[in-house]
């Protein structure tokens, strides 16, 4: 069906009828997501569950066997995620103090896996905590002196968690085989 007969649809001066109406300055867009801000948080539990899982069935010390010249191991990057989380959300947004996890990729031999899962699930509570509590996509977030907003922040971690989920999904491979998400 071509757009010219589309009946309803919106049409030029010229009678030429189109499917897409834009907008001027006269006519601004109504926002169909006002909290578009806690779609995009909530689309980051699915990467922190896939992280998670990675983790799960693996021995202590395969969660910290690395498979790569640079030593990242899956332990290390749930450490790490739970470091990330506590910077972006405690830190940055709040102008608080990471509170949690460690930027290594070294897990001291101490720290449980138990206790790294735990970490990072609290850690990605507080996260949500904080978005939720600031309830506003467009508050300014300062990083490094320059200023953006919620949204920026929540797509900074959604970001880092993808990546850092795609390194576990395949060092995981490399221990033992495990594929899927």
């Avoid at 948080?41 to 896939?50: E, L, S, V, Y």
């Avoid at 983790?55 to 739970?82: C, F, I, K, M, Y």
């Avoid at 101490?110 to 309830?135: F, M, P, Q, W």
Wanted: charged share 25%; glycine share 8%; net charge positive.
């Amino acid at each position: 069906m071509s757009s010219s007969s589309r009946a309803g649809a919106p049409t030029t001066a010229a009678g030429t009828r189109f499917l897409c109406r834009i907008t001027t300055a006269s006519s601004p867009p109504s926002d169909p997501a006002p909290h578009d801000y806690r779609a995009r948080a909530a689309a980051c539990d699915p990467r922190r569950a896939g992280v998670l899982k990675k983790l799960a069935g693996l021995s202590e010390a395969d969660a910290r066997r690395s498979t790569v010249p640079s030593g990242t191991n899956v332990a290390g990057l749930v450490q790490h995620l739970t470091f990330a989380e506590s910077n972006w959300f405690e830190e940055v947004v709040t102008g608080g103090k990471a509170k949690r996890g460690k930027r290594s990729m070294q897990v001291d031999p101490e720290v449980s896996l138990k206790t790294l899962r735990a970490d990072y699930r609290a850690a990605c509570e507080a996260s949500n905590e904080i978005i939720d509590a600031i309830g506003d996509p467009d508050a300014p977030v300062t990083r490094n002196g320059t200023t953006h907003d919620l949204r920026w922040a929540i797509l900074s971690v959604i970001g880092e968690t993808a990546r850092h989920a795609g390194h576990a999904d395949i060092i995981r491979e490399q221990l033992d085989g495990t594929t899927g998400r």
